[in-house]
């Protein structure tokens, strides 16, 4: 089997969008530590959200938060060191995204641009969050703990998305979609992130990039990057069984199946292939 690593979204994805249960994958999961295949999170979730999520499944491999605003690397993970990283708790972390009180200040400006209210995560008290997301107490006050990506959702539904666009790039900004919220972040994404990892595995397998095969699995819009950015792109289905309109990329697998379920399929298919 080629050299391989496995970059993957969580919400909707190896996670279900009800419950955020990864059992469905359990099978493919127990492959993958079988192989040693590095399996990389690459969510809109952040450090604090991702760290307990990965102790449940037994992953010490690097991760990606805040859809790219940093690449979390363990200490040591690599034999060279990282351009860039800054040392913190335990862990080499290349910061690519926008500061949270800058995106905070700029979701006020945009809200007076645009006349409508857009409510930022940090408008949200945890009971909201709850209720948006289906989080538990715990897990919502987590996902508050942001560094480089404020979701946000529209006060007023009807608003046009060329207004909102224009209003974010004014402000040196961007936006994408995920399963709840809209993402205002910086000039960083979950494809940026990738590509960062992608060259650091291929440095310590001292190989070209074309003799990795990286495989990226994602649902949303907001994975098309990540998906992008890897040799074997997979969407899953959305929950309702559709797949998400916006991605259509030449090398792309549509997944048998939603969320783990079809995460699941995807990846025992793939390891089967020599």
């Known amino acids: 089997m080629p050299a391989t690593v496995i970059f993957t ?17 359990q099978e493919a999961l127990t492959e993958l530590r079988t192989h040693a ?24 491999h ?20 990282l351009a860039d990283s800054v040392l913190r708790d335990g862990c080499d972390v290349v910061e690519l ?30 009971e909201e969050i709850v209720t948006r997301t289906g989080l538990s107490r715990e897990e919502a ?42 993402h205002l972040m910086g000039p960083h994404d979950k494809g940026r992130a990738v590509r ?14 074309d003799r990795l095969r990286s495989v990226g699995i994602g649902n949303s819009l907001n994975d098309l990057p990540m998906l992008e950015a890897v040799t074997h792109p997979i969407l899953v289905q959305r929950a309702d069984g559709s797949y998400e309109p916006g991605i259509e990329l030449p090398r792309l697998t549509r997944a048998p199946g939603p969320g783990p379920i079809g995460w699941n399929r995807s990846v025992l298919s793939l390891l089967q292939v020599n």
Do not use: W
Request: with cysteine.
């Open 9 to 25: 979204d969580l919400d909707g994805t190896l996670l279900d969008s009800v419950a955020y249960s990864f059992a469905a994958a």
């Open 37 to 60: 295949i590095p399996l990389i999170v690459v969510s809109s979730k952040t450090r604090a959200e991702i760290e307990p999520i990965r102790d449940r499944l037994q992953n010490d």
């Open 62 to 81: 690097p991760f990606i938060v805040e859809n790219g605003g940093a690449v979390v690397i363990p200490t040591d993970y690599f034999p060279f060191p």
């Open 97 to 126: 995204g926008t500061p949270y009180h800058r995106l905070r200040a700029a979701l006020k400006d945009i809200h007076g641009v645009i006349g409508s209210e857009l409510r930022g995560y940090g408008d949200m008290s945890v």
């Open 141 to 182: 006050e987590l996902s508050k703990q942001r560094e480089y990506d404020e979701p946000f959702v529209l006060g007023c539904p009807g608003i046009p998305e060329d207004n909102l666009a224009a209003a974010v790039k004014a402000q040196g900004l961007q936006y994408t979609k995920g399963d709840r919220f809209f």
């Open 196 to 209: 960062y990892l992608i060259d650091c595995y291929c440095r310590q397998a001292d190989c070209e990039p």
